[in-house]
């Protein structure tokens, strides 16, 4: 199985401060088919980013997405207080498909 | 609208059996798979299993393999999970998800949940 490893567990900022998500998997894989989830307490995951870099429906502008290979990152430009949260990866290229170990995103 | 909605909390003692259902509506219900994720309280995700709701075949993930099973009726649009051999540690909630592409893409569209509780 692909092994995906965020980093770091917790991010604790400030709200209008960025932050910088990572993701890396234990192998390669057709890699355009990694996705970012976002998951708030007592809540389903939502799908944040589709295919390494595409902003699902109702993503703000402020979620991008990037990487290659085995390594990819999440950004998040001027944090807003909604968006503290725990963020995890997922690859959907080989079955079974794989989720990270989750980011949280804390409130400094 | 799409929707996904579960049935509600389980309560089984180990070694029991429960059967879970995730209705779906506002979509070609043959057209999409939904997939099967388990999360345990303070945990990540993990992949259960997925089914083709257009002819019923699924896959499961190795570690459910044996124990798990996923259904579908057409009449109502809905989709079924059933875990067998319940043991403590299968204290999780439980979601269903719809892919996003009609082909093997990310989850868009999820249920609320189900929590199942075994215990003694």
């Known amino acids: 199985d692909i092994v995906l490893t965020q980093s770091p567990d917790t991010l604790s900022l400030s709200p209008g401060e960025s932050a910088t998500l990572s993701c890396r998997a234990s192998q390669s894989f057709r890699s355009y088919q990694l996705a970012w989830y976002q998951q708030k307490p007592g809540q389903a995951p939502r799908l944040l980013i589709y295919d390494i870099s595409n902003r699902a429906t109702g993503t703000p502008g402020r979620f991008s997405g990037s990487g290659s290979g085995a390594d990819f990152t999440l950004t998040i430009s001027r944090l807003e207080p909604e968006d503290f949260a725990v963020y995890y990866c997922?690859?959907?290229?080989?079955?079974?498909?794989?989720f990270g170990q989750g980011t949280k995103v804390e409130i400094k | 609208q799409v929707r996904l909605v579960q049935s509600g909390a389980e309560v089984r003692k180990p070694g029991a059996s429960v059967k879970i259902s995730c209705q779906t509506s506002g979509y070609s219900f043959i057209a999409y798979f939904i997939q099967w994720v388990r999360q345990v309280p303070g945990q990540g995700p993990e992949w259960v299993g997925r089914?083709?709701?257009?002819?019923?075949?699924?896959s499961y993930a190795r570690k459910f393999e044996g124990r798990v099973s996923m259904t579908r009726d057409m009449s109502s649009k809905t989709v079924f999970l059933e875990v067998t051999s319940l043991t403590p540690e299968d204290t999780a909630i439980f979601y269903c998800?719809?892919?996003?592409?009609?082909?093997?893409?990310?989850?868009?569209?999820w249920g609320q949940g189900t929590l199942i509780t075994v215990s003694p």
């Open positions: 998800a719809r892919d996003r592409m009609t082909v093997l893409s990310a989850s868009e569209f």
């Open positions: 089914i083709n709701p257009n002819d019923g075949r699924t």
């Open positions: 997922q690859q959907h290229s080989v079955t079974p498909q794989t």
